[in-house]
């Protein structure tokens, strides 16, 4: 898939959810594939993922089900200490379809 596909992509996913973030490939992300801000409302992927479109797809609907837990809870937290993949984040993946799983293989 080309780069401008991949974003057209983003985009119709984001409206098919309403949800409204801000997605941007970043070069600079070495150690992980994809990175989810709540607080700034912003999903950062590594090019890296464009290998595959099933990579891709898992990274971004991973990274987007984090985004839609942050705007659904306010927070990452329960009980006072950070619940990044809990299962309020597993009922986003649900939704999105996706596998709720907290790390995702490079070679998939």
Known sequence: HTPEELNQYIRLTLKQHKIKCDVVWDEGLTDTLGLADGLNNRIQLSPRICCSFTLFNEVFLHELAHISDFLDR???????????????????????????RRLIPCSI
């Open 74 to 100: 306010g927070n990452y937290k329960r009980n006072g200490r950070n619940d990044f993949h809990g299962e309020n984040w597993k009922k986003h993946c649900a939704a999105l379809g996706v596998r709720a």
